[in-house]
């Protein structure tokens, strides 16, 4: 990177208002670490309200990559390609029951609750399998946010160097404040993500005439599918199911979803903080998507489409919009798409570290002094990070590394929504789950097999093997449409799960009914904190079972009022979403 060749792109006004924004975030995470003395201060710390944890869900649930990929899929696909985030959009009203019970596991990562559930071998198979899951994730949150830079910056700060640099900022404050320090800095970089989600929105649209603009010219280019939300030949109704119900499935199984619902004060904090998050995160993906469809107009008019690439559209837009806006507003744009992938990147790593630690190398290196988990836990950190920029340099394609994490995360889920309400399951199903499940998706794209099942005429009947469009120069091989790929490997993993459930002895009744004590419990306010994961603290009685289906192998309870209430609102929320984004591209 040329210094003198940032400088001369890049306005006084935006490089202090970088610098500015790089030494306040610095600043205040460093300073989160003062209250940093032992593990769950630096993973789980239970203190915050439910304006910080809306933030924080928001913030870790947020970042440039999908701001990249969404504005990518939409210059390519249309409207459809708001659908690469709103996949999620159907399992949102399902984080509001998901919240409390994930806050009542009274756990400190996730891998706590496999452990209470199953057996410590679970638990770490799945902090094995969370931790490849974030270095997917933050590779390719780099991969995005360094698409964007590169972009807005016309090459002054190309690709090579953005992921350093973002690496460095995030891993000086994380490494030392931990989750709290995460959570401070999201309260920010969130109102930041937010309002440069929509400030870029109104002007490329006056620029490409407004809505009917965009409409007159799908008419005139024969583009006609530019404003289908639904594209018949990728993103159908069966895809949109298939995706959200596999999301659903691995949303749990997410490590720092943990920390998104536990890390409130009380249960409602956390439920707040979870949904209404990610409320915030499916409006920003409108924005999102609307500036991809509008970037095709105008890159049409005013640019080169010949020279375009589609993953840079959201950094081409800023660039080509912001300048003539306001000095310093590029700065700031910069700032703001850094902090999205700060706010993900700071949390899924001290989430990440806490894993590892508590799960992996606290049960190896007993009794240690808590300083000295707690730079086990620092040092951690930065080995994961180390693997995330790697996995960022080796694939360079933020669509395709949402897609490996998409498939990652139900590996374990699978395991977790069967013990979670079936008591027969246990720990040599969990297993048998896991690795089916990840054998099944390596099947999947295994050439041979691939080739042997288009024999059979059901595939070519339900069009499960469909050949990509090629890139220039190469040969595209025939694949597994990604919705069948993700029907058939969980249909492996649940099927082998219950299976070998059946085959094997069931797990003591004890270990069940202390899990199940823990689901049904609810968090009081003023509960003091247990001594160990996953126990009900002194003094607290466990709730009585209140069964909805009265069958002694299932575990599926009465919702208080508040749940369910809480649910149909979402749902409301859900339909008005999506009426308002059919209003808003409807002539």
Known sequence: MSSTMLIAFLSGYDIAALAGYFVLITFLGVWMARGVKQMSDFVMPRKFGKTMMVLFGFGAGTHSDQAVSVAQKSYTDGVSGIWYQWLWLFCTPFYWLIAPVMRRFRAITTADVFEARYSRSVSVLFAIVGTIQ?????????????????????????????????????????????????????????????????????????????????????????????????????ITTFYIAMISINALIGIVAQPHVLACCGAGRTELDGQVGFTGGNFLKRICTIAWCLIGVAAVAYVARFGSPENFHPKDTFGYVAKEILPGVMPGLLGLFLAGLIASVMSSCDAFMVTTAGLFTENIYKPIFKNRSKRHYLWAARIA????????????YAIDDPVKALKIFWKIAPMMGIAFWLGLFWRRMNVFGAWAATCAGFVAWWLSTYSTFIVWIQKFSIIQTLNIVRIPEAKAGEVA???????????????????????????TRSMSRERLDRFYELVRTPVGDDEQEPETPCSLPDGV????????????????????????????????????LIGVFVWIITP
């Open 541 to 576: 009685e466990p709730r009585e079972s209140r069964k909805l289906i009265p069958i002694p192998w299932l575990e599926i309870y009465v919702p208080a009022p508040r749940q369910w209430i809480g649910f149909v609102l979402c749902w409301g929320l859900v339909a008005l």
């Open 134 to 234: 974030y270095v997917v994730i933050i590779g390719g949150m780099l991969i995005g946010s360094s698409a964007i830079i590169d972009a807005a910056t016309e090459g002054a700060i190309p690709r090579e160097w953005a992921i350093p640099i973002i690496t460095v900022l995030f891993v000086v404050y994380g490494v030392a404040g931990g989750l709290s320090a995460a959570i401070v800095t999201d309260f920010i970089q969130g109102m930041l993500t937010i309002v440069f989600s929509f400030l870029l929105l109104p002007y490329i649209l006056n620029a490409v005439g407004g809505m009917s603009g965009l409409h007159a010219f799908a008419a005139e280019s024969g583009k006609d599918s530019l404003l289908q939300l639904v594209a018949p030949q990728d």
């Open 477 to 503: 091989s025939p694949e597994i449409w990604m919705p069948w790929q993700m029907m058939f490997y969980l249909s492996a993993g649940f099927s082998a799960g219950i299976i070998a459930s059946l085959l």
């Open 381 to 392: 950190s930065i080995v994961v990070v180390g693997f995330g920029v790697a996995f960022a």
